[in-house]
């Protein structure tokens, strides 16, 4: 699995992971979740649709140490989907599931999450480097082909 490595201007360096831009149909937004101290605390990546129909799907990459990822906060990437669709509330996490999907040579330990609503799918995984990944979409269903989609964003995509 390929990443880009993001170097914030404080706190640690770490890899994104993304489907490239020139691979999606519909326009990208890029989005940083900066630490009180300017440090870069998540990388977001949302795939919107052509013709404006709204957001296709979140990625997350949020670092270790990254209060999105403490107990309680909820799942923020799948928030922010729900959020962008005007939706005015968050449905319930009924369950996680975890199961085994093979990346290229190697395992990945998949963790799938159940809403109460069901067109809310959300899978995450994390990386050897601690980076915790999360997917999610409204109304399409996440695959395991979708990993294969994954790839390094070149560094001029973030400016860098």
Same mark, same amino acid.
């Given at each position: ?47 919107? @649709? &052509?013709?404006? +129909? ?5 990625? *997350?990459? %949020? ?5 999105? !990822?403490? =107990? ?34 190697? @395992? &990945?330990?998949? +963790? ?5 609503? *069901?067109? %809310? ?5 994390? !990386?050897? =480097? ?31």
């Amino acid at each position: 699995m390929g990443f880009l490595r993001r170097r914030p201007p404080a706190g640690p360096d770490f890899d994104v992971l993304a489907i490239p831009f020139t691979d999606w149909p519909g326009s990208v937004v890029v989005a940083m979740l900066p630490g009180a101290d300017g440090s870069c605390q998540g990388i977001f990546v949302r795939y919107d @649709l &052509l013709a404006g +129909r709204g957001p296709a799907m979140l990625v *997350g990459n %949020l670092p270790a140490g990254s209060p999105a !990822r403490e =107990d309680g906060v909820g799942r923020i990437e799948a928030q922010q989907l729900v959020a962008a669709l005007g939706h005015e509330e968050m449905p319930e996490e009924l369950s996680v599931e975890e199961h085994p999907v093979m990346q290229d040579d190697g @395992l &990945l330990i998949v +963790r799938r999450v159940k809403y109460a609503e *069901g067109r %809310l799918a959300c899978v995450e995984f994390d !990386r050897s =480097d601690d980076v915790l990944v999360r997917i999610v979409s409204w109304d399409r269903p996440i695959t395991d082909d979708i990993f294969a989609l994954l790839k390094p964003i070149p560094a001029e995509s973030f400016g860098g």
